[in-house]
């Protein structure tokens, strides 16, 4: 028996009676875990009831639905669209959706629309005290400031009002979206092919590893990876990665298209798969890398290292919002949902794949002690570490590259971004890619 | 016949070169149907960890591999939807296009540019028309339709091969006869296009299974399995993909088989006059 | 129940053509007009202006993309058309039984029932430097050093798009020929042609028709590919339709969709000259 399935049993049961409970005493406040209470005549028609989640394949995976059906009184329904289809689906078909799952930086294309979403009442989300201030503050818990390089998630958490098309500096009670998952990123090496420590981003543009790097073919977050190697190198020193200015996309660029004559670049990848077999095949040896690509590659007993950098990492985060269309009891489901979802299941079974949760502590109830100490606190694991589908995914002893939560999410250099440059951007990053 | 082509060199230096197509066509196939037996740990590439069926298992869970069970149904639905349009329809028009009529070349146009429009933006365009009337795109109209606008043109340009020279004779001497358009339809026309209607329809059939960029924006809330393939390659994806390619060609060379096969006992029982 | 004969094909066409004019015509408006909209602060802007065009026009980005995917088209074309005839012609003249012609087609069309993305990652493991070929000629002592240019390079895309876009060369082939009446083989035989003869003087003229349809499939494919020459070159060159969808996916509409008009008509002007060439309407008509 998994150490983590007896704990989401033990909770999991509760919490279930609990729900059933609520739907059936009307209005009435119940303790922790509940829903907000349904009106009696609203109990039946719950049933009928589906929340329509669309978001990236990454968060949106079919097994949190099948938990979340299992937990409420209603029905949640997932789509998972890669990112690119995913935006363009909301602006142009707001109602196929009622979750938006999107990653921040779009909600400062999303927002200023003002026909898409509708704000997040934060006195209806239970655990907003308790989600990690990098997003409530825009802070570290020991009051340092996060870099705002790129589009940090703070700076487009709130909003004036329940109409407002702007965003708001400083807290109040209505927020764009809640955070869900997030993580650092940074590059994946080859260390048995590399045979030294890799400890800057330069090294991505090192001709020691000439036609042996890749980087990401997704042009936004493709140039900040390329800006860190860059800057890190000394050629260019940027006011801000995350929204450069026409100077300095042309310059980045330019080096960019220089770095591929010379035929530095193995390949640029632009799905999952592509950066696994990369790495696995040795095609590549140092790239720019997702966590659980890193994790795939050595699954298959081939050595792979998602290497901590001096200069920190490139961060990104998904937010989940609720659509304009969204009124009456569908809203009022649609909050539950969002409290489900933060109330500790979504969180463990997504930290078995690297990822975090805006509210660890509620996760931490459904992980093992093991679990946590392994994926949170940077600790050797004590027995294998389980994937969210039962397989091994490290042998014990093992320890999470770049260590602690605050050791990795402390360090945080830039964030995925849009750049106000967006279209410039776009243009140049195609001229580089057919250079 | 016979005589003009018995068995001479070219057959052989022919034959040589379509099998050497057929392994260029299932070359790359066979990695796929070697890794689809990977053990439960193994990935998408060479070396495979352990022997084992694990990923055909996995295709039948909806865990994991993405909702493979929902999509498959939906895009094998919606395949054989465009298929049966497609042959209707390409058919009709491609037995309109034998005369000049008023408005033939613009249509003829239409399905020329119809064929080249970068499907995404027609993705864009239907999915931007269901929300001006709202109604909410779903696989069975707005893809259908989406679909359609890249099926049709192919339909109706093979069916330009399958009529070109098409001896219209038959058709006016079945209708001096006094046979009406519809029995000179299904008694003359038909099956002499026969081949051809068959061409058209695994066109529209594959094209269908296959397409990404126009139903991309036109599914609605399911996805067909090309879009669930796709959102799974951004994320962690597992050999079930290439176990769904192994159960896709077997299961396609079973039902080939089974059909030619019993076609084949039927013909022969009725006195072996299968030779053309 | 007769119908007049005059409106038959205007019946016969009506389904095709509403269809085309619904789901096709709709948004081709919708893109020319949206192509002349300004985009602001990430938004889509009604406006009538220039830009859009004057920025495609005088980027090099749009001639190093066209003739890329020129230089694509021809090779590919030049290929599958070469394959694509000989296959049809072993199918049609030398396959004797229906049933084996359509079995034998049927193994043809099979692959392309597995995803096209799949087909396409599992080139990798074959083209890749540690890969099978580079292993086998490695192992055949052919060459010491595995060849890079196997993939991620003009030749892998080029595999890959002829191993895509053959069939349709195949099937419009395949449909023509089996049009041509045998015993005019037979007579030109009898009359002392040669095989040759045969071939460039009875069987080309017949199918060019076929010809003519699978070029127009072959090249319109090339052109309008989304994301072959994006995987298969490794990301290294990108497609016109790719360039146009790192727009779209930041919801730059104004700027795609300029790209998108400017590529429906080379791309129709490139149908068209392959129609002045062969007048397939002609040859249905005859």
Request: charged letters at 15%.
């Amino acid at each position: 028996m998994k150490p983590h399935k007896n704990s989401k049993h033990a909770s999991g049961l509760n919490r279930r009676k609990v729900l059933k409970g609520a739907a059936a005493t009307a209005g009435l406040a119940v303790g922790s875990g509940a829903v907000t209470g349904f009106p009696m005549v609203w109990a039946q028609a719950l049933k009928d009831i589906t929340i329509h989640h669309v978001g990236a394949p990454y968060s949106a995976i079919i097994d949190i639905a099948n938990q979340a059906n299992k937990d409420l009184p209603f029905k949640i329904e997932m789509q998972a669209l890669a990112h690119d289809a995913l935006r363009n689906r909301l602006v142009t078909q707001p109602k196929t959706v009622d979750i938006a799952d999107t990653e921040y930086f779009f909600l400062r294309q999303l927002i200023p629309r003002g026909d898409v979403l509708q704000p997040v009442d934060l006195d209806k989300f239970k655990y907003w005290d308790q989600v990690v201030p990098i997003f409530t503050k825009g802070e570290y818990p020991d009051g340092r400031k996060v870099s705002r390089q790129g589009v940090l998630p703070y700076e487009v958490q709130y909003l004036g009002g329940a109409d407002a098309k702007s965003f708001h500096d400083g807290p109040t009670k209505w927020a764009s979206g809640i955070p869900m998952i997030y993580n650092a990123d940074t590059l994946g090496i080859r260390p048995d092919l590399v045979k030294r420590e890799i400890h800057n981003w330069s090294e991505l543009l090192n001709p020691e590893f000439k036609g042996k790097t890749a980087i990401l073919d997704v042009p936004e977050i493709g140039i900040m990876d390329a800006a860190m190697a860059i800057e890190s190198r000394g050629d260019l020193k940027y006011a801000d990665k995350g929204n450069m200015t026409r100077e300095e996309i042309d310059k980045t660029i330019a080096i960019l298209i220089d770095a591929k004559k010379s035929g530095q670049f193995r390949a640029f990848w632009s799905t999952f798969d592509e950066s696994v077999n990369l790495m696995a095949s040795g095609e590549v040896v140092i790239q720019s890398m997702w966590s659980p690509a890193v994790a795939a590659v050595r699954s298959r007993g081939i050595p792979c290292y998602y290497a901590p950098l001096k200069e920190g990492y490139r961060a990104w985060a998904s937010s989940m919002s609720l659509m304009k269309h969204l009124d009456g009891i569908r809203l009022e489901a649609a909050y539950d949902y969002l409290n489900w979802y933060h109330s500790g299941w979504e969180g463990a079974f997504i930290a078995r794949q690297g990822y975090y949760s805006a509210v660890p502590e509620t996760a931490k109830k459904f992980m093992s002690e093991d679990e946590w100490g392994y994926w949170y606190e940077g600790k050797p694991a004590k027995g294998d570490i389980i994937d969210p589908y039962g397989n091994v995914m490290e042998k014990a002893g093992a320890v999470r590259d770049g260590g602690t939560f605050w050791e990795r999410m402390g360090n945080v250099a830039c964030w995925n971004t849009v750049m106000d440059e967006s279209r410039y951007m776009t243009r140049k990053w195609n001229e580089f890619v057919a250079a | 016949m016979a005589q003009y082509r018995k068995r001479s060199w070219t057959f052989y230096v022919l034959a040589t070169f379509f099998i050497l197509f057929v392994l260029f066509l299932y070359g790359p196939m066979l990695a796929i149907y070697i890794l689809s037996f990977q053990g439960p740990t193994g990935g998408l590439t060479f070396p495979l960890n352990g022997v084992s069926l694990h990923w055909f298992g996995a295709l039948f869970e909806q865990q994991r591999t993405g909702d493979f069970a929902g999509s498959f149904t939906r895009s094998i639905l919606l395949a054989f939807l465009v298929m049966i349009c497609t042959v209707t329809f390409s058919v009709m028009a491609g037995l309109a296009f034998r005369r000049r009529f008023f408005g033939s070349t613009a249509i003829f146009y239409m399905a020329v540019a119809s064929l080249v429009m970068p499907g995404l933006f027609l993705s864009l365009g239907i999915g931007l028309i269901f929300r001006v009337i709202d109604v909410p795109t779903n696989w069975y109209v707005s893809a259908l339709g989406a679909q359609l606008t890249w099926t049709l043109p192919f339909g109706l340009l093979i069916m330009f091969a399958v009529l070109s020279r098409f001896n219209r004779s038959y058709e006016e001497a079945a209708r001096d006869l006094g046979a009406t358009n519809r029995q000179t339809l299904q008694y003359i026309v038909l099956p002499i296009l026969f081949p051809g209607l068959i061409a058209v329809a695994l066109f529209g059939f594959t094209l269908s299974y296959d397409e990404f960029p126009r139903t991309l924006l036109t599914v609605g809330p399911g996805n067909t399995l090309p879009l669930e393939i796709y959102a799974m390659t951004t994320t962690v994806t597992s050999p079930a993909l290439y176990a769904l390619g192994t159960v896709t060609t077997v299961v396609s060379f079973a039902a080939i088989i089974l059909s030619l096969g019993s076609i084949a006992i039927i013909q022969w029982r009725r006195g072996g006059r299968f030779r053309k | 129940m007769k119908v007049p004969s005059s409106i038959v094909p205007y019946i016969q066409v009506a389904p095709l053509a509403l269809i085309l004019l619904v789901f096709f015509g709709i948004p081709l408006v919708t893109v020319v007009v949206v192509s002349f909209f300004d985009y602001v602060n990430f938004q889509t802007v009604p406006a009538f202006m220039l830009y859009n065009y004057e920025e495609v026009f005088t980027s090099g980005l749009t001639i190093t993309l066209y003739l890329t995917m020129l230089k694509y088209s021809v090779i590919v074309w030049l290929i599958t058309l070469f394959i694509g005839f000989n296959v049809a012609y072993f199918l049609v003249f030398h396959v004797q039984s229906l049933l084996w012609k359509i079995f034998l087609f049927l193994v043809c069309t099979v692959p392309f029932w597995t995803s096209n993305i799949i087909r396409m990652i599992s080139w990798i493991p074959v083209l890749g430097r540690n890969g099978l070929v580079n292993q086998m000629l490695i192992s055949l002592g052919l060459i010491d050093e595995p060849l890079d240019f196997l993939l991620f390079s003009d030749f892998s895309v080029i595999v890959a798009y002829v191993h895509l876009f053959t069939l349709f060369m195949v099937v419009t082939l395949f449909n023509s020929m089996a049009r041509i009446d045998p015993a005019i083989l037979e007579a030109a035989v009898d009359a002392g042609a040669s095989r040759w003869q045969v071939i460039t003087q009875i069987v080309i003229p017949l199918t060019k028709t076929g010809i003519a349809l699978g070029s127009i499939f072959v090249v319109t494919l090339v052109m309008g590919d989304f994301f072959v020459v994006k995987i298969m070159s490794g990301g290294q060159s990108s497609s016109a339709v790719y360039a146009m969808w790192n727009e779209i996916s930041m919801l730059q509409y104004p700027s795609a969709a300029a790209s998108a008009v400017i590529l429906l008509i080379v791309v129709v002007l490139m149908v068209v000259a392959i129609l002045r060439v062969v007048d397939v309407r002609k040859e249905l008509s005859g």
